[in-house]
């Protein structure tokens, strides 16, 4: 069974920052393409950063130059460092797999339950 499973969020000032994992079972993910996904409350998910199987990475406009997407392939984990938090960074962030690292940042195949991510003023 696949899963991936977020952690790390949490309640920070504006200004801080947060790492958030997700760790990744049930299949070796090592030539999957990950990705970072948030819904804040009453919006669409939106996507965050989505890193390829050999580290490519991209990034949304918005947080460019305040977070960084990397992966650990042997741990099958992505981490997502965000610095600089602002309150409108305030969302349920997910990670997401796919094989397709075109797709990865749409629909990925798979899903985790996402980690709560609170920034206060």
């Known amino acids: 069974q696949v899963q991936l499973v977020e952690s790390g969020g949490g309640l920070v000032q504006a200004g801080g920052s947060l790492r958030l994992s997700c760790a990744a079972s049930g299949r070796t993910f090592s030539g999957y393409a990950m990705g970072w996904f948030r819904q804040a409350a009453g919006k669409e998910r939106e996507f965050v950063a989505a890193i390829a199987w050999n580290g490519f990475t991209y990034y949304q406009d918005s947080m460019k130059g305040r977070v960084t997407i990397s992966r650990d392939r042997a741990k099958n984990t992505v981490h997502l460092q965000m610095n600089s938090l602002k309150p409108e960074d305030t969302a349920v962030y997910f990670c997401?797999?796919?094989?397709?690292?075109?797709?990865?940042?749409?629909?990925?195949?798979?899903w985790g339950q996402g980690t709560q991510v609170t920034v206060s003023s």
């Open positions: 997401g797999a796919d094989p397709s690292f075109s797709v990865v940042g749409t629909t990925p195949q798979y």
